[in-house]
Nanobody, 125 residues
């Protein structure tokens, strides 16, 4: 079992930056692929970024490539999402997720076993 707690959300102006953090409890964190998803009001939850177990590879949805960076520290059981050049369309609740599955597509939210409670990011224009 892995429990996830996000932090770092807030209100920022367009063009600004935020860093989201996700703290994980449990001894299986290093065995989990980790991801970030987001959901805006009235919209479906969407994939944002994912990182492999060792941190050697990362994946991003096209709309955040070049602006967001996902990272992890397996010694501290944390995963982070650095968000730069934020846009109003990035406004959403952001959720940290983890999966122990090896063959589930990284962008498929149904393949993630563990979810945090979410943290709100609001970008003003």
């Amino acid at each position: 079992q892995v429990q996830l707690v996000e932090s770092g959300g807030g209100l920022v102006q367009a063009g600004g930056s935020l860093r989201l953090s996700c703290a994980a409890s449990g001894r299986t964190f290093s065995n989990c692929r980790m991801g970030w998803f987001r959901q805006a009001p009235g919209k479906k939850r969407e994939f944002v970024a994912a990182i492999t177990r060792t941190g050697g590879n990362s994946y991003y949805t096209d709309s955040v490539k070049g602006r967001f960076t996902i990272s992890r520290d397996n010694t501290k059981n944390t995963v982070a999402l650095q968000m730069n050049s934020l846009k109003p369309e990035d406004t959403a609740g952001y959720y940290c997720a983890g999966t122990s599955l090896y063959y589930s597509p990284y962008e498929f939210d149904g393949g993630y076993d563990y979810w945090g409670q979410g943290t709100q990011v609001t970008v003003s224009s």
